[in-house]
């Protein structure tokens, strides 16, 4: 069981962009610091407390002021881009952080990104899936690129110049490419199943209830076992909003607090939810009415918050539900309203609750 961190990231909006970028910023290099394994970084066009539109350009800056951390795009939204845009910006951060790059992907999850790029009547689970088959093509082969696809072309013959260079597109690092994570959040995600069957890692999002999580894992196993191929735990990665303090009691005052960035997270994530009528993948049933998922709600059901102790059993009653201990938790980055506070709770959460989860997990039965 690793530890890594996620980040949308999100923001109250009444934050300065450049406090917004150096908050988190900083969040990576102390999560270096503490030997967390990964850091995801998500993408979004049209959003001013979301404010990372391009992953790769801002984990860059980070590259030489860390040393171990792997990064990992959370994710790169594939319908938004062409293929031959992704291959050469993935292949060059690739040989800029010496293969610390995870190519995490999806169609996206922002429906004013969706409108922006023409999206919104596309079938971007689609698209998401030709552009990667693109891409590794790409890859995998040399001048003439003669690539067709339903949504794409991919088409270089007739200005290739040895001499001069012309033609080749660059390669990444890590052979034959770097590793695929795709994300999932609904509920028996075809796209799990789909990711065991391709070979690719998975990771449930942070923002839904432990049924659907588990439900991932179902899927991801019927997808290995279609394909024949080993079923691993180490290749699926949960993302969960975990808050560690010194007791209960702090944490409990700090969590609730309706201005709290987990209290405006949630209130958020509701409302996102909303927008596509899925306010349901919150909750612990599928039968609760959506008016009973309120914040204090989520709070309840999704934050595994309290002191080390607290946590530790929080985490452990987790993987018991799920059947089985995955490869990699991701802590949710949300914005450090109060810094020293979330700070701690990282502190916390790497040197005092994760050995013993790991030691858990090293021995589970089930």
């Known amino acids: 069981m690793k530890l890594g961190m996620f980040m949308m990231p999100l923001h109250s909006p009444?934050?300065?962009?450049?406090?917004?970028?150096?908050?988190?910023r900083e969040a990576i290099i102390l999560a270096d610091e503490l030997g967390y394994s990964e850091a995801w970084v998500g993408e979004h066009y049209t959003s001013n407390i979301e404010p990372i539109p391009n992953p790769l350009q801002f984990m860059a800056t980070l590259i030489h002021q860390t040393k171990q951390i792997k990064f990992a795009t959370g994710v790169l939204n594939l319908p938004q881009h062409h293929p031959a845009t992704i291959a050469g910006d993935v292949a060059q951060f690739d040989y800029l952080s010496n293969g610390?790059?995870?190519?995490g992907i999806g169609p996206g999850g922002l429906v004013s990104d969706m409108e922006l790029f023409g999206l919104r009547d596309k079938n971007r689970a689609e698209m998401t899936v030709e552009?990667?088959?693109?891409?590794?093509?790409?890859?995998?082969?040399?001048?003439p690129y003669n690539i067709s696809g339903k949504y794409w072309n991919v088409k270089l013959d007739e200005t290739i110049n040895p001499r001069l260079g012309f033609g080749?597109?660059?390669?990444?690092?890590?052979?034959?490419?770097?590793?695929?994570?795709?994300s999932v959040m609904s509920p028996a995600s075809s796209t799990a199943r789909q990711a065991g069957e391709r070979g690719w890692s998975v990771v449930s999002a942070n923002f839904i209830a432990d049924r659907v999580v588990k439900s991932h894992w179902e899927q991801y196993v019927i997808g290995c076992e279609n394909a024949g191929r080993p079923i691993d735990p180490l290749q699926w990665r949960v993302a969960r909003s975990v808050f560690v303090g010194e007791s209960d009691e702090q944490v409990r005052d700090y969590i609730y607090d309706?201005?709290?960035?987990?209290?405006?997270?949630?209130?958020?994530?509701?409302?996102?939810?909303?927008?596509?009528?899925?306010?349901?993948?919150?909750?612990?049933?599928?039968?609760?009415?959506?008016?009973?998922?309120?914040?204090?709600?989520?709070?309840?059901?999704?934050?595994?918050?309290?002191?080390?102790?607290?946590?530790?059993?929080?985490?452990?009653?987790?993987?018991?539900?799920?059947?089985?201990?995955?490869?990699?938790?991701?802590?949710?980055h949300t914005e450090w309203d109060k810094p020293e506070l979330h700070k701690r709770s990282?502190?916390?959460?790497?040197?005092?609750?994760?050995?013993?989860?790991?030691?858990?997990?090293?021995n589970y039965k089930k």
């Open 14 to 24: 009444e934050t300065p962009i450049e406090t917004m970028l150096a908050q988190d």
């Open 100 to 103: 610390r790059f995870i190519m």
């Open 131 to 143: 552009s990667l088959e693109i891409i590794h093509k790409i890859w995998a082969s040399d001048p």
């Open 168 to 182: 080749p597109q660059l390669k990444p690092l890590q052979k034959p490419f770097p590793p695929v994570g795709i």
């Open 258 to 332: 309706p201005k709290s960035s987990y209290s405006q997270y949630y209130d958020y994530i509701i409302d996102d939810m909303d927008s596509f009528n899925m306010r349901n993948i919150l909750a612990p049933s599928k039968d609760t009415p959506n008016e009973d998922i309120t914040v204090e709600k989520c709070l309840d059901w999704m934050v595994l918050s309290g002191s080390p102790k607290t946590v530790l059993d929080k985490l452990v009653a987790f993987v018991d539900y799920l059947g089985v201990p995955f490869g990699t938790l991701l802590q949710t």
């Open 346 to 362: 990282m502190s916390l959460l790497a040197q005092e609750v994760m050995p013993k989860f790991q030691d858990y997990c090293r």
